[in-house]
């Protein structure tokens, strides 16, 4: 019965060692209040080669039609991989985009992609920048013809993926795991979280305020969610983008945009899916003084948002401990520098 | 024992190929006006169309590849997705693993990508996005594309386009096929592009370029024209 019994520990702490390994492998670290990824980790696991050949082609402007543009050139580590002091992103050709570029980190738990939804999986992702006219203006399989004529890529695929002709499926999983090694878990909340650190009264007193308001769309500890919502802006009457609509085409969803994440929200202005708010405060005053009572209006929104103008200064004092410096000072993350 | 082994090397390859001789195998291919085979790019008189209809690109995907005696399914093909496009003649001839003692009188096979695999990542092979047969800016492959050009489409330099697919509800463009067939080793599979065309109403079907009511009408339509040479 005791050696049963001994077994049956071996069998348990062997389950657990293996499960413990895959929530916490040296590439992949996170804390454990976090949920289980979307990304399917285990059939896709991560490697150190793949996920620095990802950066090499995350920085590299062979993505665009000229090569002038890459990835990095609207998704700057320095802000958190968003494009700071631009509402709108431009591509090649100085052509002017319709949406605000968004931060990249966290993304093995997001299930959709763009401010619509449009991109069903982070695996295609990469197509959409490549192939907009206004973007990269490019298509995979030219990418992949540059890829294959080029002086050192062919050499580096081959070490990675052990398959002599670089193939579209190669750059797009290169590319997803760069962007899954994007984690941002070192805010001041986190800290608090763990123990080792404590909010100040006013953070404190934003917290409240944040989850009386903010945590049902916005919901800890990623700060977003995989749903779209009607916020209450104004229609943008030059962009005229309906958001979710313009994927689904069904009334219900008109107006809806992705839940964005509130971390790093200092690195990441301007705000909102076309950067209409460069500022915190103009945010919360929209949320406050400005919503437009749509008919498909947020749930959470519906009974109006009363801060003061203390509220105000707390909630954005707690906001302001989701900045994570760490991940934007983060050496890791930064151009490597492909051409020696 | 030297000499036997030589001969037992020699035996290898032609079991090997006596293998792969007794295997079935699918081959697609289109008929256009009743007896030509098609060639991309060729301006063709069709009955249905006197002015002439060229076809310029056509793909498709076929998947899930079954074989059935009466209701029972009897074998299914190794590899799920084959890309069928008529620019590449290899692509066009399907070599299965399936011994032709294979008793069975139906084949079963899905046009198009099922929606676990639409939403499940990227994929090599003949579902690597470099084909062209990916949307990019709405996710989900293009299930058909069938692009050419003929005088009854009234619309910019005559053209049609049909790029159909889509995997959500309600504009699910997937088509499960059964073909009754004759047990045999090569099975001919012809996509009559005289009958699609003839019962196509032009003014209305003419340019379709993501998931809607017109991409699952169409692909619908598509599905009826596929019929098995005896």
């Known amino acids: 019965m005791i050696n049963k019994l001994k077994v049956m520990i071996i069998v348990i702490m062997t389950f657990c060692c293996v499960g413990f390994s895959y929530l916490s492998s040296e590439l992949f670290e996170y804390p454990s209040y976090f949920p289980k990824p979307v990304y399917d980790l285990v059939s896709k696991p991560l490697s150190k080669e793949k996920i620095e050949l990802g950066k090499k082609i995350f920085y590299d402007p062979l993505l665009s039609a000229d090569n002038s543009i890459s990835c990095a050139s609207c998704h700057s580590s320095y802000n958190a991989f968003a494009h700071t002091d631009h509402d709108l992103s431009h591509g090649i050709n100085d052509q002017i985009g319709t949406r605000n570029a968004p931060p990249l980190f966290n993304l093995a738990w997001q299930s959709s992609f763009m401010w619509d939804g449009a991109i069903n999986h982070l695996d295609f992702q990469p197509l959409a920048p490549i192939s907009s006219p206004l973007e990269m203006g490019s298509n995979i399989g030219a990418v992949v013809n540059k890829l294959n004529q080029h002086q050192y890529y062919p050499k580096l695929f081959y070490e990675t993926f052990k398959d002599s002709v670089i193939t579209g499926e190669q750059v797009l999983l290169a590319l997803s795991q760069f962007q899954i090694s994007l984690l941002s878990i070192d805010s001041k909340y986190d800290a608090v979280r763990q123990g080792v650190d404590v909010f100040s009264e006013q953070e404190k007193k934003g917290y409240h305020l944040f989850l009386q308001h903010c945590n049902s769309c916005h919901r800890e500890p990623l700060f977003f969610e995989n749903k779209y919502e009607n916020n209450g802006l104004k229609v943008d009457t030059f962009l005229n983008d309906f958001g979710r609509w313009n994927i689904t085409k069904v009334s219900r969803d008109s107006l809806k945009f992705k839940i964005p994440s509130l971390r790093n929200l200092s690195y990441t202005k301007p705000y909102m899916h076309d950067g209409r708010f460069n500022s915190l405060n103009k945010v919360l005053n929209h949320y406050s003084n400005e919503v437009v009572l749509y008919n498909n209006l947020a749930p959470s929104l519906k009974k109006g948002i009363t801060l003061s103008a203390e509220d105000k200064v707390d909630l954005i004092a707690f906001l302001l401990t989701l900045n994570d410096q760490k991940f934007t000072l983060n050496k890791k993350h930064k151009n490597p520098n492909i051409y020696p | ?230």
């Open chain 2, 1 to 230: 024992m030297a000499k036997f082994l030589l001969s037992f090397l020699l035996i290898i390859p032609i079991f090997n190929g006596f293998a792969q001789d007794h295997s079935i195998r699918l081959n697609f291919n289109t008929l256009v006006n009743s007896n030509d085979t098609l060639e991309l790019k060729k301006k063709y008189q069709l009955e249905s169309i006197q002015d002439g209809l060229q076809v310029d690109i056509f793909k498709f995907y076929i998947s899930d590849i079954k074989f059935l005696l009466d209701e029972t399914i009897v074998a299914s093909v190794h590899k799920k997705h084959f890309l069928i496009n008529f620019e590449d003649v290899n692509s066009k001839r399907i070599k299965t693993k399936i011994s032709d003692t294979l008793k069975f009188n139906k084949i079963k096979f899905n046009i198009g990508i099922d929606s676990t695999t639409n939403i499940s990542g990227v994929y090599g092979q003949d579902l690597d996005p470099t084909h062209g047969m990916y949307w990019t800016w709405n996710s989900g492959y293009i299930n058909c594309k069938l692009e050419g050009s003929s005088k009854v489409f009234k619309t910019r330099k005559n053209r049609y386009t049909f790029h159909l697919g889509g995997y959500k509800s309600p504009f699910i463009s997937m088509q499960t096929i059964t073909l009754e067939v004759i047990q045999r080793k090569e099975i001919k599979i012809l996509i009559d592009l005289d009958d699609f065309f003839s019962d196509l109403d032009p003014t209305k079907y003419h340019t379709i370029l993501s998931p809607n009511k017109k991409a699952v009408a169409v692909s619908k339509h598509f599905s009826t024209v596929f019929y098995v040479v005896e």
